[in-house]
């Protein structure tokens, strides 16, 4: 019998992208394994000394500061970045950041925000963190193109000392300073429900003065807040079937091909805090909320300049002028937007989902959503949607079914 792999996992499980990396992993493990982990729950690292007792054939970890160590040990290994830039001469496990900060913005801009605002973290001197620059990069390239400009805030890490009572009253100060109604993205959710808290202690509404956004999607971070939050979702779990998979071909001996991972960003999750059409017309307002709210529906030009209350010509100029397009085209992205949720969230079939939304048939829904995405329905959800996988075993069934086995540190 074949010996079965031994795979450290050094990824947290406290917030929902570890989670969701971790039973990426799983999954692999469960229809290509047997594999057996060693795994704390919880935690980032382990104890330095048990590494190399853990006689480990491969490992996926974060880019915690057991890296040098992890090196030394000279197996197989799948990083994922958080602090650092990429490692040279591993695989590295990276978010679509251009795209995240990118879909934030164009999320605000269809909410009719003129004004703009950026939060991330500011970095500690021996860390890298660039996920956050180019999440805030993209998301002025694209305020900017619209023809607006962003303001930037940097809030403290925790490495440097951070004292939060002093920078949330510092951050409320430069949240009211900000002219208002203003479109806030926060580089991920956590840093978004640091803002929500800031914008409570400064008396500021969420979201009639500042919409807020962030990035992750954990539904209990965001959840947390109040309002809800909304965030750029990023499917964190093909992430790591990819990363399990590309380990395996290295515990092979064989290539691993890319040597970068990208964990997609697919779509918005939109709650509350941005639950808003700022706009100061109120015939473009009730235009766009029914957009807004009917993105499910088959609807035209003509419902849209009825519920506005208005010709179709006058609010055509209307849209043109304050949106930056058509209202066909706003209809077009409400109705993509949506497309895109249902490919990724569901395991509906792709007739299923034309038919909910109120297509004809599954080809004039392939073709529309084709024209605005310049991909077929399946070939989105292969690239982003979860990892498609045998429908038996089942995530659930117990380890000893699927052929897997996990060890844990004695308590």
Known sequence: MAEIPKVILLIESSRASGRALLTGVANFAHYHGPWSFYWEPGDLETDRSSLKSLNADGIIMRDGDLLNEVLALGIP?????????????????????????????????????????????????????????????????????????????????????????????????????????????????????QVMEACKSAGIAVPDLIGVIGADNDEIVCGLSNPAMSSVAINFERAGFEAAESLNRLMQGQKSGSAKIQAPATHIATRRSTDIVAVSDPALGR??????????????????????????????????????????????????????????ETALPVSEIAESLGFEDVQHFARYFRAAREISPLAYRKSFGKQTRPSRPQIGDSFSQSGVTLARKAE
Not at 142 to 166: D, H, I, K, P
Not at 314 to 343: D, H, N, Y
């Open 287 to 344: 235009a766009l909320r029914f957009i807004r709210d009917h993105s499910r529906q088959a609807i035209g030009v003509g419902d849209v300049a009825k519920a506005a209350g208005f010709s179709r010509r006058a609010l055509e100029r209307r849209f043109r002028s304050e949106i930056g397009v058509s209202i066909l085209a706003q209809i077009r992205k409400a109705r993509t937007e949506q497309i895109c949720k249902m490919l990724v």
């Open 77 to 193: 290994a799948v990083v994922i970045g958080h602090k650092r830039k990429e490692v040279a001469g591993l695989i590295n496990v990276l978010t679509d950041s251009p795209s995240i900060g990118r879909m934030g913005a164009e999320h605000l801009i269809q909410c009719g925000f003129k004004h703009f605002a950026f939060v991330g973290f500011a970095t500690h001197p021996l860390e890298s963190a660039s996920w956050v620059r180019v999440r805030e990069e993209h998301f002025i390239k694209r305020v900017r193109a619209a023809g607006f400009e962003t303001q930037t805030y940097s809030l403290a890490t925790a490495v440097a000392g951070r004292n939060w009572l002093r920078e949330r009253n510092t951050l409320a100060a430069w949240l009211q300073s900000l002219p208002k109604p203003v479109g806030l993205m926060a580089c991920n959710d956590d840093c978004g429900v």
